[in-house]
Structures are given as structure tokens and as C-alpha cells.
């Protein structure tokens, strides 16, 4: 794999092409050492997750990604689960946005691909696991974010994301990890709990969003969610106005955040 497809400097002469070890594990979120573990095969039953970011990582066509769960002893990904497959033409074409803040999600709202821009937005989130990425558990669970909402705006919101997560459960009956989430939002959150009871039902549409960063300080963007056809991704963009002030301070935070991420990686 050609290590600027994934965004990465090939800074200088390489023993051989492709991306190093490191590279591969800070794009799959994963220790180098278990990257080694598992080229060497001290790491035997990789779990579907695993095999799920490296697919990504790796920007695996679906034929390659089956092909990944076969060698690795796992059953491939059915239609009958939520899929976290990113087709290639997809990716591609987010590439080619990196002056917007990206995020990508499954039928879920489990978060499965950022963008530099939002990572510089919203903040690092290569360190959460499991529910900590779902952005249904995050709003209801009560863990802290970045987006500042007003009460008319938090009701359409919960309404959406509630409407989503059911029909999902009528879309993959048989997915164990939504039916247990939902189950568990039900007994974490009586507002959740209450939206689910009767019924409530809700879309996503085009608005405004209100960002606090702690350095740049506040920011309405507008705030789209897209599908992509195909499939159940839902892809979500922030934009500004051209020569608004949201705008400047977005061009200010990717020159940051480029930055940032420059020095982490001559640290690393």
C-alpha cells in the first residue's frame, strides 16, 4: 500500500514499499507490538474488531476484507450484522475533504473513521473503546463533549439518533451488539428510555452546530449529515460560510492541528 493513499509523508528511502509497522498501527488504532505479534504469529485469533481496523487501515476492497476474517479463523461479516466497511471509492472521496472536519459512522452511530480536522475539533478519540465511540451511549450516558446544544436543538437531536438506533434493530435483527446497547441504554437513561417507549421519531437535517474548543473558542458550523449509497454509512461534515469568522478560526485550527500532528509523529 502506497503510504501517501493513507495520508502519510514517505519521508526519505524505505527497505521496502508499503507502510512501516508503526504507521499501520497508529491507523488501526493498535500497538506496535501486537502488529508484530501478529506478522509473527505469536498473536493467533485476532478479534473481529481487530480485523475490522486493520481492513480499514489497509483500505481493503470487501472481497480482500472476507478474504482478512477467512485467514484469521473468524466468520466474514453477513448482512444481518451492522456493517463497518468503508467501500475504497468512499474513502477516496473523504480524502479529497480535508479541509472539512469529518466523521464516519455505521447504522449505530458507532464512529469508525475521522478525519486530522475533526480529531483537531473535537479531540483525540484513538484511545476510546467500545461504547465510549457511539456517539447514542456518549449523549445519553452523559459523557462530556464538545458540542453545545439548546433544548429545542437536543430534542430533535435525541429524537433522531433514537429513530436511527430503531431502525437498525428492525434492519439487523440479529446484531447482538445493538439489541445489548439498546438494552443498556434502557437501564442507564430514563430520558432514552421514555424516547424509545413511545415511539419518537426524528431525522437528521441540515443545522447548525455549536462548537466549544478550548483553544479557538467558539464556532457555529453547519452541520450535515450524508449516506452513501449502498450502504448504511452515515458521513458527518462541518462547514463554515466562506469569510465568516467560524471560517477563519476552522482554517486556523487545521494549520494547528497539522501541526500537532506533524510533532507527534517526529516524536513518535
Known amino acids: 500500500m502506497d503510504p501517501a493513499a493513507a495520508g502519510i509523508s514517505a519521508g526519505g528511502a524505505r527497505r521496502a514499499p508499503g507502510l512501516r509497522r508503526e504507521e499501520l498501527a497508529q491507523l488501526a488504532s493498535l500497538s506496535v507490538d501486537y502488529i508484530v505479534r501478529l506478522e509473527q504469529g505469536r498473536a493467533t485469533s485476532p478479534s473481529p474488531q481487530v480485523l475490522s481496523a486493520l481492513a480499514r487501515a489497509l483500505r481493503l476492497s470487501t472481497a480482500e476484507r472476507d478474504?482478512?476474517?477467512?485467514?484469521?479463523?473468524q466468520p466474514v461479516p453477513g448482512p444481518k450484522q451492522v456493517s463497518d466497511h468503508i467501500p475504497p471509492g468512499v474513502r477516496r472521496l473523504l480524502d479529497q475533504l480535508d479541509g472539512v472536519p469529518l466523521s464516519v459512522y455505521d447504522a449505530a452511530w458507532n464512529l469508525i473513521l475521522w478525519n486530522p480536522l475533526w480529531v483537531a475539533l473535537f479531540g483525540e478519540v484513538a484511545s476510546l473503546r467500545g461504547r465510549e465511540r457511539n456517539v447514542v451511549w456518549r449523549h445519553f450516558a452523559g459523557l462530556p463533549g464538545r458540542v453545545i446544544h439548546t433544548p429545542d436543538e437536543e430534542a430533535a437531536f435525541e429524537a433522531a439518533l433514537?429513530?436511527?438506533?430503531?431502525?437498525?434493530?428492525?434492519?439487523?435483527?440479529?446484531?447482538t451488539g445493538v439489541r445489548s446497547l439498546v438494552e443498556d441504554l434502557r437501564s442507564i437513561s430514563?430520558?432514552?428510555?421514555?424516547?424509545?417507549d413511545t415511539g419518537a421519531v426524528g431525522?437528521?437535517?441540515?443545522h447548525?452546530?455549536?462548537v466549544h474548543h478550548p483553544d479557538i473558542g467558539t464556532l457555529?458550523?453547519?452541520c450535515d449529515v450524508l449516506a452513501a449509497l449502498g450502504s448504511d454509512l452515515r458521513i458527518?461534515?462541518?462547514?463554515?460560510?466562506?469569510g465568516s469568522e467560524a471560517a477563519d478560526r476552522l482554517k486556523l485550527l487545521d494549520v494547528v492541528g497539522t501541526q500537532t500532528m506533524a510533532e507527534a509523529r517526529a516524536d513518535g
Not at 478474504?67 to 479463523?73: K, N, P, R, V, W
Open 190 to 196: 430514563t430520558d432514552f428510555t421514555a424516547l424509545w
Open 208 to 210: 447548525t452546530k455549536t
Open 220 to 222: 457555529a458550523l453547519d
Open 162 to 175: 433514537v429513530s436511527d438506533l430503531r431502525a437498525a434493530t428492525v434492519l439487523y435483527p440479529a446484531d
Open 236 to 242: 458527518v461534515a462541518y462547514t463554515a460560510a466562506p
Open 67 to 73: 478474504h482478512l476474517y477467512l485467514l484469521a479463523g
Open 203 to 206: 431525522v437528521h437535517e441540515m
